[in-house]
């Protein structure tokens, strides 16, 4: 079994920036990547970024490329999500997830965590 608990959501104005962490634990050795996904209000949930495990190679939405950095921490079996130049159109629950294949779709992960909010104001 395998728990996903993310961290480090809240309130930034326009500009600021965030980190958040997802830290897991239980039978995480059949991951082959993981992803951070969002969910704004009224909106479908969408592809953020997402990472090898193995070796840290990464893969950003268009959206946030240049602005987001995905990255790993092995040892400490860590997600993180850099955040950086925040939108209010980042606004959205963010949720880290699972998967034993490089796949960007929502279908295609296994393990979920429950979410953390972020809010950037104007």
């Known amino acids: ?6 961290s480090g959501g809240g309130l930034v104005q326009a ?6 962490s997802c830290a897991a634990s239980g039978r995480t050795v059949n991951t082959f990547a993981a992803g951070w996904f969002r969910q704004a ?27 987001f950095t995905i990255s790993r921490d092995n040892v400490k079996r860590m997600v993180y999500l850099q955040m950086n130049s ?10 880290c997830a699972l998967s ?8 295609e992960y296994d393990y979920w965590g429950h979410g953390t909010q972020v ?3 104007s």
Do not use: C, M
């Open 41 to 67: 209000a009224g909106k479908e949930r969408e592809f953020v970024a997402r990472v090898i495990w193995a070796d840290g190679s990464n893969d950003h939405s268009d959206s946030v490329k240049g602005r």
């Open 119 to 121: 809010t950037v104001s």
């Open 100 to 107: 034993n294949k490089w796949v960007r779709s929502v279908t």
């Open 1 to 6: 079994q395998v728990q996903l608990v993310e």
């Open 15 to 20: 500009g600021g920036s965030l980190r958040l």
């Open 86 to 95: 925040l939108k209010p159109e980042d606004t959205a629950v963010y949720y």
